[in-house]
């Protein structure tokens, strides 16, 4: 009988994991293989390593597609290159993988090969990130709300400073990708009608060297005195700018404030230390999940097309509360 992978399932098994880690052999990653015993081998394309965030989430997509688990797991690491994890995609393809896990760097260009792996009958989960082809050419998948996050971080900004002139730049994510599309998308909604207004935007690809080097810039273009409020699409790049303040004689956190998205521990700490002063949440820890979507696809029941795991926010005072149980 076919059965129904439940979102609602998912993000109790997501809220567990905060108790548990990344994830270990004997957490929800099953019994080992499919209903009939064997050995899944499961291609994951993974974006790179370009940030806190993506290190945590390769650690639990590792750990959940491990053998004690059932898995033999072809890993790629593509480091922010789409065309190299399309041509890793088709070694999956070529080496006849069981299943394929994808974190796609962006959202275009999917639909050849993903009707590749659809001829080959070998279904695709999509993981973190989205992409703009047919729903048809993959089977589910599971990530955040990138968009809602957006919209968190941009009414917290409008509450704070929307009743004054704020002067904002925004240090965006890889061109093209989901949540540097949806972050955008969501905080420009949620400032709409606010005194807040964006003075500059450009991308630090999501990573901390990227961040500091753009904040370089628009600090050599507005000065410290010129700019209220930075808006980071990830906690990388904020830490970037954090840098690049203090080595222009600013206060971070003070002088200039700073919203960002991931609540990654060295974000947090800067949450705490009172260097940023907002964080939303992007839960890494997706292992599980994935695993499961697998085996069941497998196992030929009915998955949920999209599978959203909840957020959660922080102040200062609520990063402090939990910094030191965090798994990531």
């Not at 291609?43 to 590792?62: I, L, P």
Request: glycine letters at 12%.
């Amino acid at each position: 009988m076919k059965t129904k992978f439940r979102t609602g399932v998912a993000v109790l098994g997501a809220l567990a994991l905060f108790a548990t880690g990344c994830g270990s052999s004997d957490s929800d990653g099953g019994d080992g293989g499919s209903a009939s015993g064997d050995t899944i081998k499961v291609g994951f394309a993974q974006t790179g390593s370009e940030s806190g965030w993506r290190s945590a989430n390769t650690e639990s997509m590792k750990e959940a597609f491990s053998e004690e688990n059932g898995f033999e797991l072809v890993f790629n690491a593509a480091d922010n290159d789409p065309a190299a994890q399309i041509s890793a995609v088709r070694s999956f393809i070529s080496q006849g993988v069981d299943a394929i896990v994808i974190a796609p760097i962006v959202e275009d260009g999917w639909d050849d090969v993903l009707q590749e792996a659809a001829d080959a009958d070998i279904p695709v989960i999509l993981e973190d990130r989205t992409v703009t082809s047919s729903e048809d050419l993959y089977e589910s998948w599971v990530g955040l709300d990138f968009k809602k996050e957006g919209v968190m971080a941009g009414e917290w900004a409008a509450t704070e400073f929307g009743s004054e002139p704020t002067k904002m730049v925004v240090l965006e994510g890889t061109t093209g990708s989901a949540p540097a599309n949806d972050r955008a998308e969501g905080f420009d909604e949620a400032i709409a009608g606010s005194s807040i207004e964006k003075i500059d935007s450009q991308t630090g690809e999501f990573t901390r060297d990227g961040g500091k080097t753009v904040m370089e810039g628009f600090l050599q273009k507005y000065g410290v005195d010129g700019i209220d409020l930075v808006y980071a699409h990830n906690d990388d790049m904020a830490l970037g700018a954090i840098e690049a303040i203090e080595a222009a004689g600013g206060v971070p956190g003070e002088d200039i404030k700073i919203v960002s998205i991931d609540a990654v521990h060295d974000g947090m700490q800067a949450l705490v230390d009172g260097k940023i002063n907002f964080i939303v949440e992007c839960n890494p820890l997706l292992g599980d999940l994935a695993a499961g979507l697998v085996k069941s696809v497998l196992d030929g029941e009915t998955v949920e097309k999209q599978v959203y795991v909840e957020d959660q926010s922080f102040t200062q005072e609520q990063a402090a509360e939990v910094i030191d149980s965090r798994a990531y």
